[in-house]
């Protein structure tokens, strides 16, 4: 009899319990990390605050997700994946919010720029004499446009005649405006400062501060003195504001009226 072992039978109990690729596939499995998976979501979703700064919080949220995501993979030995998932969410957010920290100060720039553009032609309106063209500039664009149709519209969209006198003889009868049309081309209007700049539901509203100087008489010169009045330069404030916004119909199309029309100077020097 041969003291030789006898192998295990293939197929045996023995062999299957070692053998089984079932432990190996149980002993290579990892988990999913969670907020890795909420980290690439809130980054995915970070590029919406082009559209709103609302949306600023997805990717302040998708960074925490990120950083935290990535630190817990790393402490798992292994036992959880997803950091390519976090690393991409991390570099999403803070894509996405460095880009918005340059487009919306360049955007609200340009806003601005156009705003000051159309607030000089009102300006320049009332510098002329030419009150039908600063009136109409409280109205919607759409309703100035450069057609034949365009003044008989804008007229009609009054009720009647007495009250479309009576509206502009208002106008008129406003301090600011009757300053402004009898200092004419001696008034020097500046660009002071911004006073607001805000997009809310796709309109822009600015508001801009302008200081006007203008020519002022001084009082009698004393005795032993060239005979006349002193004149001297005074400068007032006044705040504008307007709207720039797009016809329903026609969301490509923009346009700036004049929202507020003071009635007078500012009373305190704007700081």
């Not at 003291?3 to 499995?29: K, M, Q, V």
């Not at 959880?80 to 690393?87: L, N, V």
């Not at 007229?155 to 007495?162: G, H, I, Q, S």
């Not at 539901?201 to 508001?207: E, F, L, P």
């Amino acid at each position: 009899m041969s003291n030789e072992s006898t192998p295990a039978a293939e197929g045996s109990l023995f062999s299957i319990h070692w053998e089984d690729p079932a432990d190996d596939a149980e002993r290579e499995y990892r988990s999913l990390s969670v907020p890795a998976l909420l980290a690439l979501a809130c980054g995915l979703l970070t590029p919406l605050v082009f559209l709103s700064l609302w949306f600023l919080f997805l990717g302040i949220l998708g960074i925490l997700l990120s950083l935290v995501a990535i630190l817990a993979v790393r402490r798992s030995e292994g036992m959880s994946t997803g950091g390519w998932m976090a690393q991409l969410g991390l570099s999403v957010s803070i894509l996405s919010l460095v880009g918005v920290g340059v487009f919306w100060p360049y955007y609200q720039y340009t806003v601005r720029c156009e705003a000051d553009r159309f607030f000089r032609t009102w300006f320049a309106a009332l510098e002329k004499g030419d009150i039908p063209v600063a009136f109409s500039l409280q109205s919607p664009f759409w309703e100035r446009r450069p057609d034949p149709k365009a003044a008989e519209t804008w007229w009609n969209t009054l009720p009647d005649e007495k009250y479309r006198h009576r509206a502009v003889h208002e106008y008129v009868e406003n301090k600011l405006i009757r300053t402004l049309i009898d200092l004419g081309d001696k008034a020097d209007v500046s660009y002071y400062k911004t006073d607001a700049v805000r997009t809310i539901d796709g309109k822009d509203t600015v508001a801009i501060i302008y200081a006007v100087t203008c020519p002022v008489e001084g009082k009698d010169k004393g005795a032993g003195e060239e005979t006349g009045t002193e004149t001297g330069r005074e400068t007032f404030f006044v705040r504008m504001q307007g709207k720039r916004q797009a016809k329903a119909k026609e969301k490509h199309v923009v346009g700036w009226n004049l929202e507020q029309i003071p009635n007078g100077a500012l009373r305190d020097i704007p700081r």
